[in-house]
């Protein structure tokens, strides 16, 4: 069933703006009390994954190779919903047009 469930998301047609817009409809009706904006560090080994480079990560609690990622959500007095998250671009990255190509 799992297998199933990760082959439906992943090949379904459906636009992902669509189906978040559904859900903050769903899960939004009552007044947003709370919106959080959160950093979460991905750990990485290598270089080559895009934005990737020793900067502080509260995942590890110190500077490592990572990933981060800054994610918006918001809450309700009865519901948490994610809204928006993006992967944060080092300016290594962004000013570096080879370094881009290369991730």
């Given at each position: 069933?799992?297998?199933?469930?990760?082959?439906?998301?992943?090949d379904s047609?459906w636009s992902?703006?669509?189906?978040?817009?559904?859900?903050?409809?769903y899960?939004?009706?009552?007044?947003?009390?709370?919106?959080?904006?959160?950093?979460?560090?991905?750990?990485?080994?290598?270089?080559?994954?895009?934005?990737?480079?020793?900067?502080?990560?509260?995942?590890?609690?110190?500077?490592?190779n990572?990933?981060l990622g800054v994610?918006?959500?918001?809450a309700?007095r009865?519901?948490?919903?994610?809204?928006?998250?993006?992967?944060?671009?080092?300016?290594?990255?962004?000013?570096?047009?080879?370094?881009?190509?290369?991730?």
């Open positions: 069933m799992h297998q199933r469930l990760l082959h439906f998301a992943v047609k992902h703006r669509d189906v978040r817009r559904q859900a903050a409809r899960a939004l009706r009552e007044p947003v009390e709370v919106w959080i904006v959160d950093d979460t560090g991905f750990l990485k080994q290598g270089k080559h994954s895009v934005g990737v480079q020793r900067q502080y990560t509260g995942s590890a609690g110190k500077v490592a990572c990933q994610s918006l959500s918001v309700t009865t519901e948490h919903l994610a809204r928006d998250f993006e992967l944060y671009l080092p300016e290594l990255w962004a000013n570096d047009e080879a370094t881009r190509k290369d991730g």
